[in-house]
Nanobody, 124 residues
Framework: VQLQASGGGLVQAGDSLRLSCSAS????????IGWFRQAPGQEREFVAA???????YYADSVKGRFSIARDNPENTDYLQMNSLKPEDTAVYYC???????????????????WGQGTLVTVSS
């Protein structure tokens, strides 16, 4: 399984971006796809996740601004980020796993497959 995250860039505060996580090698139809981010000098943190293609979960810091969606024919998940803030600046990663349990959805260690990351920079 390979994941490729893309769509990052430099934007101003208040702008929007949509990140893509394209998978190859296995269908993500029933996969758990998580989005994480890591700012310089900080630990990787949970952003959002799609549990088994049905339920969505978000970190409190992004709730109401970010949303996730899945395109099964394209085997791709999306992270729509609206009302971006400078504190959203980070490298964003997508991760996949087919076996994790709900209680682990926010744990980076629970995911077996990772994309390479895409940089999002939000200027004030």
């Amino acid at each position: 399984v390979q994941l490729q995250a893309s769509g990052g860039g430099l934007v101003q505060a208040g702008d929007s971006l949509r990140l893509s996580c394209s998978a190859s090698g296995r269908t993500i139809r029933n996969a758990n796809i998580g989005w994480f981010r890591q700012a310089p000098g900080q630990e990787r943190e949970f952003v959002a996740a799609f549990f088994r293609g049905t339920n969505k979960y978000y970190a409190d810091s992004v709730k109401g601004r970010f949303s996730i969606a899945r395109d099964n024919p394209e085997n791709t998940d999306y992270l729509q980020m609206n009302s971006l803030k400078p504190e959203d600046t980070a490298v964003y990663y997508c991760a996949a796993d087919w076996n994790l349990i709900l209680s682990s959805i926010r744990s980076a260690r629970a995911y077996d497959y990772w994309g390479q990351g895409t940089l999002v920079t939000v200027s004030s």
